[in-house]
């Protein structure tokens, strides 16, 4: 139904990199239910390591997390696989590490809380870039 | 012999310890004083430069919320209470009544900046079908109407349910949720952007993260089931937010919160708690704040509708939203879910109709329209392609679009006010009303047909076409936003140029000059707030992303459909100056209300009998009475205060006549144990300055006298027995200073001249303070007077307020900075000496222009050419 002609299941293969386990559930089922299938990570480390093992077209990357620095994290991804959109998720809108992500290659940045819907079109359109 | 001399030493042993013990008690009080004088003095300002802050926000000309009107108020009572406190240490038991004075204007005050206790009564729930307009103090006025139209204009409505006000208290109250959001906001102290946006996720993400009380989740969950039962098991709901406190002064809200459309049973909860989160979105807050809406006045309300699966849908006014003069009705319409239109993403349909009988299609655009918005079979909503076909075809047979028109009016009529209504059309033709509001219309002196082409400006005419959006002429360096990234950078007063008119830019319209879309429909959030904010926006300026280059200056003419190169300053002198937005909003006249008893000084004249404790009718006039009156407690010390000969020292050197120093605290550099003390000695500021006028010319002797003024003092000399040299009063051609670093008084009688100078100078100008007195002379009291008028017009023109009576000069200065202070007292140190016995020559005016002329070129030389 939607607009994903260009692909075989016309669904979006997404990693989530978030370490707040109860909202990452909602919204990966909220996701899932949208045409996008999630995997998730909670923390910057499995994060690379699901990198390795599987290929994703969009990267949503939490840049406040326990274990790592998102920027890091970040730098990680990019290097490992260049021409996967990263989304940045600021929780608390701060321009300097917003900034600094985009220096980095980040696709665009959402702020926490997202509205659903955004975050879903913003998705599409990384996804739609990344290919 | 033995006996006469103990008897003497013993007398002026006793005399010492009396004045020993005197200085140690002029020193502690003059400290105390001193001490509470400052401590007033920096209460007074404080709490001015509030009153002056509070005056500028009233002006209307930068936004504020209820959290500056409390904490502005609350500092202004709590300096002026600390300015009543300090002048009751300064002068004990003289101004006791002025606390009471203090605490009635309080207590009028309290009543205006806090909010009354709400009634919270009733249910968390409410079903549509029993809804109508007269609960918008319950589900809100967006369900309220929906209600109404359903219930009361039978038209076609989703069924559903509303979860109210009542609930929304309910789960703030839980957990203590809004006194944490409460605090959140204190501390956060908001002001920038970027710090607003922190504070917004901040407070949504607690919102998101916070349990639901379990009553109000069975309550939802009940009422869902009954939908279910009514609609089909698994119905999808479309939850729109309907805030109480919407309809408030005018404002639109249009789009400020959330709305999630296709929610599944599973998520119901969740999406509620989010679209109560929404009520402190960045656009939201933003907006509440620049329409100075009181966040306690808004209550989220949701209403849970059974999803539409619209055919076709879109958004119409029931007259023209750009001109109030035209009455047709206004339709946008697209393929799909009526998303695109409202949020002007995507072009839509445009069907202009007449009201006249039968009504007819005036205008129809119809645009390709390349994608439409569906229902994901599961949940959510989604961008579907359509094939060329599809697209380039009307979203709505001329039929529906007469029919549609025809419920406008119906609604308009209902309403008695043009109407703004969101539509569907469903797949068996029917026509469902999504929601209903009051349209903004722009005043009439700004209207303008759709489209008028402007009449030829001189130039360079970038781009033109497109559509008003929103009328009007701003000139601004060009931004462009593409991504969230982008806003964070917003420079204030650029123009904002974007691809799509997204309702998230909206935040930024607070900062715009001028809004220049890509494409985007009136219809939409952000034309709507452009308008309410008077911001011009001109929206469907195809390549206009691509076109401007940032940071490049450009004139947009939003009416004349034109992008002019530069500044065209001929096409902004037309502009209107921007709206007071935030004028009779509840922030507003919370402030305004407040103020009244704030701001208003009606205790002017210190001189005239109603400048009185029990006449204080506002903070500014206690402010100033307490001020007039430290000053006069503080400045009363050389007066009051007799000064202790014995304990003083007398200045050393090579000076003219006698000059006796009282040390009152810090005022030499050592200790003295002397007699004498030398000047190098002396770190008193305003005494050094006074004395740099006293030594800077020698005194020429009194001048030359007219006969009439020799007989006029031989005359005053007889008859005036404190004029007669036998009766010499002790402090005859004496002068006396007392002083401390910052703090000096002069009493000095030179001759038959009194005068007194006290003054205060530090590097803080909000305590320097001088005051100078001169009375007295030998000559009658016509030439007496005639110098002290004399000496009135030298010191004016320094800068001193003077009042002259009688033969008595008083002169002050204040709040100027220390060198200010400093030059103006070498000025009054020069006139000390050099105006005595001018009296004698005040009826020649030869000799008066004389000693003017003489008088200022000394005073320039020795002030201002000098340092």
């Known amino acids: ?131 | 012999m033995g006996l006469m001399s103990d008897f003497i030493n013993k007398i002026f042993k006793k005399r010492e310890v009396l004045d020993t013990s005197k200085v140690k008690e002029l020193r502690t009080d003059f400290r105390a004083r001193y001490h509470q004088f400052k401590l007033l003095l920096t209460a007074n300002n404080n709490a001015l430069e509030i009153m002056t802050e509070m005056e500028e926000a009233l002006k209307g000309t930068w936004p504020f919320g209820m959290n500056f009107v409390l904490s502005r108020c609350t500092s202004v009572s709590t300096n002026v209470w600390k300015i009543v406190r300090h002048l009751n240490e300064l002068a004990p038991g003289r101004y006791k009544a002025l606390m009471d004075r203090f605490k009635e204007i309080q207590k009028k005050i309290n009543p205006i900046i806090r909010s009354k206790t709400r009634s919270r009564e009733g249910p968390m729930f409410i079903p549509l079908k029993e809804v109508d307009k007269d609960m918008a103090d319950q589900v809100g006025s967006k369900i309220a109407n929906l209600g109404e139209m359903g219930n009361r204009i039978n038209l076609k409505i989703s069924g559903g349910f509303a979860i109210t006000a009542q609930a929304y208290y309910r789960f703030m109250k839980y957990n203590d949720l809004q006194a944490e959001i409460d605090r959140l906001i204190q501390t956060a102290n908001a002001k920038r952007p970027d710090q607003l946006y922190s504070l917004s996720a901040a407070i949504q993400q607690l919102i998101i993260r916070s349990i639901l009380p379990e009553d109000l989740e069975a309550v939802v969950l009940e009422q869902y089931r009954i939908l279910e039962k009514d609609e089909g098991k698994g119905v999808k709901v479309a939850m729109r937010s309907s805030a109480l406190g919407e309809d408030l002064a005018e404002t639109s809200f249009a789009g400020q919160y959330r709305s999630e459309l296709n929610v599944s049973g599973e998520n119901i909860l969740h999406a509620y708690k989010e679209i109560v989160a929404s009520k402190y979105g960045l656009a939201a807050m933003t907006y509440r704040l620049n329409r100075g809406i009181r966040d306690e006045d808004v209550a989220m309300c949701v209403g849970c509708m059974s999803m539409v699966d619209a055919v076709s849908a879109g958004v119409m006014y029931s007259r023209n939203p750009l001109n109030i003069r035209d009455n047709s009705i206004v339709i946008n319409s697209v393929w799909g879910l009526p998303k695109p239109v409202v949020d002007g993403s995507a072009p839509s349909d445009l069907f202009i109709i007449s009201r006249s009988d039968p009504m007819a299609i005036l205008r129809r655009d119809i645009p390709v329209k390349k994608q439409k918005f569906v229902c994901y079979p599961d949940e959510g909503i989604c961008r579907l392609k359509m094939i060329d076909e599809e697209g380039k075809e009307a979203s709505l047979t001329d039929e529906q679009a007469i029919e549609l028109a025809r419920l406008a009016v119906r609604l308009e009529d209902h309403y008695g006010v043009p109407q703004d209504i969101e539509w569907a059309i469903t797949t068996d033709g029917s026509v469902v009303c999504l929601q209903c509001r009051p349209m903004q219309q722009m005043k009439e002196e700004k209207t303008l047909d759709m489209g008028e082409i402007r009449e030829e400006v001189e130039g360079t005419v970038i781009l033109q076409g497109g559509f008003t959006a929103s009328p009007g002429v701003a000139a601004g360096p060009v931004f462009i936003v593409k991504k969230d990234m982008d806003t964070l950078r917003f420079p204030k007063g650029a123009v904002l140029v974007t691809a799509q008119s997204l309702p998230r830019w909206a935040t930024l319209l607070n900062r715009a000059a001028a809004v220049i879309t890509g494409q985007g429909s009136i219809a939409g959030h952000l034309a709507n707030v452009a308008r309410e904010f008077g911001v011009p926006a001109l929206f469907g300026v195809k390549d206009a992303v691509d076109l401007l280059e940032k940071d490049q200056e450009i004139t947009v003419d939003a009416d004349g459909l034109r992008i002019y190169e530069g500044r065209i300053d001929s096409l902004l002198k037309e502009t209107e100056k921007p709206r007071n937005l935030m004028e009779g909003s509840p922030v507003f006249m919370a402030l305004e209300g407040a103020s009244r008893h704030i701001i208003p000084l009606r205790l002017l004249d210190p001189d005239a009998p109603s400048f009185k404790t029990q006449n204080c009718k506002t903070f500014h006039d206690i402010t100033r009475f307490c001020h007039e009156k430290a000053v006069h407690e503080m400045f009363r010390f050389g007066k009051e205060h007799h000064f202790p000969e014995r304990s003083s020292k007398q200045l050393l050197g090579d000076v003219p006549m006698q000059w006796w120093i009282l040390n009152l605290d810090d005022g030499f550099k050592d200790e003295e144990e002397g007699k004498y003390v030398r000047l190098e000695n002396i770190v008193s500021i305003p005494m050094l300055a006074l004395w740099k006028g006293i030594a800077a010319r020698p005194w020429e002797g009194p001048p030359p006298v007219d006969g009439k003024g020799f007989m006029s003092v031989m005359f005053q000399a007889t008859t005036n027995t404190a004029l007669v040299p036998g009766v010499r009063s002790k402090y005859a051609n004496r002068n006396y200073f007392m002083i401390s670093k910052n703090y000096c008084s002069l009493n000095s009688r030179l001759g038959f001249h009194f005068s007194i100078v006290e003054a205060l100078v530090s590097d803080r100008s909000s305590e320097n303070y001088i005051s100078f007195q001169f009375k007295g002379g030998a000559a009658d009291f016509n030439r007496r007077q005639r110098r002290v008028f004399f000496v009135m017009e030298v010191l004016e023109e320094y800068g001193f307020r003077v009042d002259v009576n009688e033969d008595t000069l008083i002169a002050r200065i204040e709040n100027h900075e220390k060198d200010f202070m400093v030059d103006r007292l070498t000025i009054l140190g020069y006139l000390t000496i050099h105006t005595r016995q001018l009296d004698m020559i005040m009826q020649k005016s030869a000799s008066v222009n004389h000693y003017r002329s003489k008088i200022h070129k000394d005073i320039h030389e020795i002030v201002f050419s000098n340092q």
């Not at chain 1, 980095?104 to 913003?122: I, M, Q």
């Open chain 1, 1 to 131: 139904m939607p607009d994903k002609e260009k692909r075989g299941s016309g669904r979006i293969r997404l990693l989530l990199v978030d370490d707040e386990v109860g909202f990452v559930d909602v919204i990966s089922k909220r996701l899932s239910k949208r045409n996008i299938d999630v995997t998730q990570a909670l923390s910057g480390i499995e994060g690379i390591q699901a990198l390795r093992g599987q290929d994703f077209d969009v990267a949503i990357l939490d840049l406040k997390m326990e274990d790592m620095d998102g920027i890091e994290v970040l730098r990680i991804f990019k290097k490992m696989v260049p021409e996967m959109p990263v989304i940045m998720l600021t929780g608390h809108g701060s321009e300097k590490a917003a900034n600094e992500g985009m220096a980095y290659g980040a696709f665009d940045y959402l702020t926490k809380p997202y509205n659903l819907e955004e975050l879903v079109e913003k998705i599409q359109e990384a996804a739609g870039q990344g290919r």
